[in-house]
């Protein structure tokens, strides 16, 4: 039995490993591909860390014994970086060692500013001995044009999105259309100089500026990945990958899943109409 609650369930595909991937091979069967999640961040105890590095082990084994088109995004929080760095590092090895037997991808989700430099530090270390790492980066951040940079020295394999945290002016732009405005200017560049950008956004505006960008360019369809999140737009997923470009669903799983479902509330007024809608349902 799902422990989600049915308010959540739009975004949470349950909260076992065993739903998730059978929601992975329905997606499969429409065209479209997956990166699994794991939910929980932030986690205080070693032990709990490796659990959960022993889950995206598990789950990558099971990625490749059914035959999914899935990859993981992971959290650094959730392997122990807020308790023991090392640590952290060792658990991802674990986990890139994994996918590397597969060739499978690992995207690192970014998390708020206070973690973003030592995710960049990790990725870089990783990027040197393993295939697998991706980056994320946010396009609100006014250090993303220069950490593209370092993502194309590294190994060049990254997903850019907006960013969901809330960040100060000091750190990020504040407003909508610039955010939009250096998403686009990132995306231009990365079509042309990634070996892999996966272009995750809900927002027609981006969509179909990349679309454009990715035809004048030529970009192979290696090279580039549309992605959106489990929830939202689900017939758009379709029509994307109809058209003939890659289309991934970032399909989180688990038991912890109110912070992630806060930052959706948070980001757009209509998902929280969506839950009161429901909440009030015969
Ligand atoms: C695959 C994926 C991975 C992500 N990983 C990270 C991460 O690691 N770190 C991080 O900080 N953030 C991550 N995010 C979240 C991201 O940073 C944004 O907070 C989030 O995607 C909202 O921005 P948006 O561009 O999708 O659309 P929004 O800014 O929410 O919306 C912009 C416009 O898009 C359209 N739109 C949006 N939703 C809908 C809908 N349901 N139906 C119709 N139109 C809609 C509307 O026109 C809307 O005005 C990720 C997002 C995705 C899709």
Redesign the pocket.
Known sequence: MSGIPFYAKRWVSGATMPEALSQTALLNSKKISV?LDLLGENITSLEQAKACTDEYVEMLKQIAEKKLSSHV?V?LTMLGLDVNEDVCFENLKSILQEADTHGNRV?L????TPYTERTMRIYEAAAQQFKSPEI?L?A?LHRTASDVERVLKANGRL?L?????KESAEHALQK?PD??SN?KTLATKLLREANRV?L???????INYCKQEIKTAAVPKERYEF???YG??AK?WEAIANEGHNM???LPYGEHWQAYYS?RLA??K??IFFVLKNLFRD
């Open positions: 990166t995004s959290k995207a989700d970014m998390e708020g994320v946010q609100y997903r999105c907006k960013g969901a945290y909508m955010i939009v998403y996966c995750a956004s809900h927002d027609d505006s981006i992605q959106m999140l939202m737009r758009t991934a669903v970032y930052r980001e757009r209509e998902n």
